[in-house]
């Protein structure tokens, strides 16, 4: 299990635990149930990179503590 932070920049900020084999879908589905807000309106950056839904966290290199970007759509 890790933790990763997303961070929206407008004082929301989420710390979700899930795999390292869990997709960027799953993740989004895990910050939209502690957001309120749908799935499909999420969208995960790090610096002008964005995570795709079909790759795992363990492709993109996502490891325990990491900062994600949280926007919306």
């Keep these: 299990m890790i933790e990763v932070?997303?961070?929206d920049r407008l004082g929301?900020?989420?710390l979700v635990k899930c795999n390292?084999?869990?997709t960027i879908g799953d993740l989004k589905k895990l910050i939209a149930a502690q957001t309120g807000t749908h799935w499909n309106k999420i969208v995960l950056k790090?610096?002008?990179?964005?995570?795709k839904d079909?790759?795992?966290l363990g492709d993109y290199e996502?490891?325990?503590g990491m900062n994600l970007e949280?926007?919306?759509q």
Aim: aromatic share 20%.
């Design 70 to 72: 949280l926007y919306y």
């Design 46 to 51: 790090k610096w002008y990179t964005i995570f």
């Design 5 to 7: 932070v997303c961070n």
């Design 62 to 64: 996502i490891h325990d």
């Design 12 to 14: 929301k900020k989420v």
């Design 20 to 22: 390292t084999d869990d």
């Design 54 to 56: 079909h790759v795992s």
